[in-house]
Nanobody, 117 residues
Framework: QVQFVESGGGLVQPGGSLRLSCTAS????????MGWYRQAPGKERELVAG????????NYADSVKGRFTISRDNVKNTVYLQMNNLKSEDSAVYYC??????????WGQGTQVTVSS
């Protein structure tokens, strides 16, 4: 059974940092392009960062460029999202999954990020 478990979220002040982790079971992360998504209350889910299967190419939403970094540890079979200079508008539930998966496929529980003073 394929499962992605997100962790590392929490409450942080504006300007602070968090590192999210996504550990996979039943799936080898290096075999797929992986994405971090987020969904804030009342908003649509959006892709914020992507990493190709080769681990060479990344892409970011304009709103997070220069602040977020996606990376992968093949040994740990884990994808990370380093988030710096966090803003209140970054508050959301964050999810990871292969970018090629349909949105209708079930999502994990995600990890909550709250940026507030």
């Amino acid at each position: 059974q394929v499962q992605f478990v997100e962790s590392g979220g929490g409450l942080v002040q504006p300007g602070g940092s968090l590192r999210l982790s996504c550990t996979a079971s039943g799936f080898t992360l290096s075999r797929a392009a992986m994405g971090w998504y987020r969904q804030a209350p009342g908003k649509e889910r959006e892709l914020v960062a992507g990493l190709t299967s080769t681990g060479v190419t990344t892409n970011y939403a304009d709103s997070v460029k220069g602040r977020f970094t996606i990376s992968r540890d093949n040994v740990k079979n884990t994808v990370y999202l380093q988030m710096n200079n966090l803003k209140s508008e970054d508050s959301a539930v964050y999810y990871c999954r292969p970018m090629g998966w349909s949105a209708s496929r079930s999502w994990g529980q995600g990890t909550q990020v709250t940026v507030s003073s």
